[in-house]
T-cell receptor, first 111, second 112 residues
């Protein structure tokens, strides 16, 4: 079936560092969604991308929809402690199709 | 309410019992999704509805799982004859139109 592959699985960084993570698929996506999940909470949408090549920012977060429509990346600049959590990419293959999630990238910030 | 609500928040049951998990979406939201999430994993798609119509149930693991949304609002996910492997967090999400999902707090199911 369709799968979203996220890398890295985990990241350990120092506060203030920039972070980059990506999501790839063997299938074409028309929409890329990036979510963050805090412990004990449900995922919360961070950024939605709708067009190949689109680059969208939300504060310190920037995400891009890959030209091939098979990948996307999320960057976080100048990380802070509250950035800790699990970041998921997600998307539907087509309009009105089921939305599937990757397995997530776990971000840890070292004290 | 302002967000998606789910009940119960925690459910402990004995193997073989049936359970019903409820999702109350944001008022007016067209689509409603059910996911299952194991600890440390991403949400695993189960099924989704547009209004009252079940659009895709390909993620339901087997025929012990069923879902309904009879009036296009509240949805119930039912698991019959529960097994220990059914233990997980069950999450519901609703969307107005498009792809922006709003997730509920989840129901933590534990099957003993």
């Amino acid at each position: 079936g369709q799968q979203l592959n996220q890398s890295p699985q985990s990241m350990f960084i120092q506060e203030g560092e920039d972070v980059s993570m990506n999501c790839t698929s063997s299938s074409i996506f028309n929409t890329w969604l990036w979510y963050k999940q805090d412990p004990g909470e449900g995922p919360v949408l961070l950024i939605a991308l709708y067009k190949a090549g689109e680059l969208t920012s939300n504060g310190r977060l920037t995400a891009q929809f890959g030209i091939t429509r098979k990948d996307s990346f999320l960057n976080i600049s100048a990380s802070i402690p509250s950035d800790v959590g699990i970041y998921f990419c997600a998307g539907p293959l087509n309009r009105d199709d089921k939305i599937i999630f990757g397995k997530g990238t776990r971000l840890h910030i070292l004290p | 309410g302002a967000g998606v609500s789910q009940s119960p928040r925690y459910k402990v049951t004995k193997r073989g019992q049936d359970v019903a998990l409820r999702c109350d979406p944001i008022s007016g939201h067209v689509s409603l999704y059910w996911y299952r999430q194991a600890l440390g994993q991403g949400p695993e798609f189960l099924t989704y509805f547009n209004y009252e119509a079940q659009q895709d149930k390909s993620g339901l693991p087997n025929d012990r799982f069923s879902a309904e949304r009879p009036e296009g609002s509240i949805s119930t996910l039912t698991i019959q004859r529960t097994e220990q492997r059914d233990s997980a967090m069950y999450r519901c999400a609703s969307t107005p139109t498009g792809d922006t999902q709003y997730f509920g707090p989840g129901t933590r199911l534990t099957v003993l």
